[in-house]
């Protein structure tokens, strides 16, 4: 760290750029932060951090420009994620042109736009497959805090790098090459605007309430605090028609971060779309629900080989026992969870009753305490995930899926609730439908070890070894990382190691497989 700066400058700054921006810089980005504020302060004459916070207060839009372009990550590309674009023009386009059609005009936003690609992109696949575009009344907006990226983008000129995942057909189409680079179609490029907005600044103008059919906002939310990710996704809703569309990046989910939106799962990718006003639920809970107990479950005997997850979970003997004298205690998901407050704690203390029944086994008597807590608390997402897992546990598969269902239209960004579901569906037969909840588990909880596994089984099963395979690893990666909680409640009884064998001796069976 800079000789001339004390730590405590370089926290003042981060936190300064935190609230600015919105940037969220975990301590080892402090040296980088260090030396950035270091380069600023001598281009700046300011004689030391106290006048240099001066400098970027009110007034200090242009030091502020200077800050946004050093500390932005401004990477992106054309036609980035091709399954977004997919979903974009085979249903995201049609649904909304169908919609739109009387009033005859589309608009959106790609906020954080960087230097124009993902909007360019979006451009460009209208002109493709609206086959009237000139009939419509159309405005894509790219919005960025860094001004050079946008002067970039005004000016259209791109590297072969920009262009390595562009379709050659698209590229033939829609470019000519200028000495190495290429030179984006000028009616194109006159199709999109692009402004100098910071999104973490409530602009009457730019989040006009029910104004974009479409918002791409991908890989930005990623760089913010979850505070201010919720901000802005809240902005983001308000300024989306119902109905309209949302994409993230691939690194990013609304759990724990929204209840306006559906998960919509096509082209094999995710995406968000505004509910109606009517369906948004005030106060939803975002989080998975969660117990921690002190340690899982040791390792016990295994033979899934041919057998459903649930008929493994069943068979296995001795094993929720072992959990028993650790007492689970309820925490937050790991984001921190919108309307967390109704935690009551004398709900938690029924719920941790319950939970000692199910360590227990004692599954009837978990239930027989989770019925007579007061209405609310039945009610409650935690509540309904607990018995979920305890009618899963026991065997009543058919009453654990109406659960879920209630849990999923209370809050449809539930993991939990996604996986066992995915072993309902799984028990009725439905195998389609239960790889479709363990897709969707995974993908609201990249750590979640259990949807992972299940996938591995099912396609060890249906003998896609190859698939199989690469989903044990996955699970094998993970394990090691899982959440404890969520092994108590997901893993069947089973403890982390017992798990890791498991998923080590189906591996060893796949490689036996052709
Ligand atoms: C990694 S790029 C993503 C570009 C594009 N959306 C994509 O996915 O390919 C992130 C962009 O977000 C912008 N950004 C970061 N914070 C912002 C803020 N507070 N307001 C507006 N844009 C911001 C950055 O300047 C950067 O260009």
Redesign the pocket.
Known sequence: MSLKLERADVHRFRALVGR????EFDDSKLEYLADVLEQRLKTSDCSGLEAYAHCIGDNGREEWRAL??Q???????FF??WDHFRAFFERVLEERVRVRRPAQKLRIL??????G??AYSLAILIREHLPDYAAFDIKILG????LS?LEKAGRALYSPWSLRTTPEHLRQRYFHATGRDFQLDAAVAESVDFEE?????DDAKLWRPETYDLV?????T???APE?TRA?VDRIARALVPGGFLFL?HAETLRGVSQDFHLCHTHDTFYYQRRSGAEIVANGDGGAGAWAPSRAAPAAELDANDSTWVDVIHRASERIALLAQHSPHLHASSKERPGAQHDSLRQAWDLRAAIGMLEKERFGEALDLLKALPVDARLDPDTLLLRAVVLTNSGQLAEAEQVCKELLLLDELNAGAHYLMALCMEHAGDLGAALEHDRTAAYLEDGFAMPHLHMGMIAGRTGESSQARAELGKALRLLPREDASRILLFGGGFGREALTELCRSLVKKCKGAP
């Open positions: 600015r921006l919105g940037l946004a372009e500390l932005t990550i401004n990477e992106t590309y980035r994620y790609s906020a954080g736009c960087a230097s690609e993902e919005v960025d805090v860094n990226m907005a910071n999104l973490v600044e791409f906002c991908r890989n930005v990623m760089y913010f201010v802005v990046g």
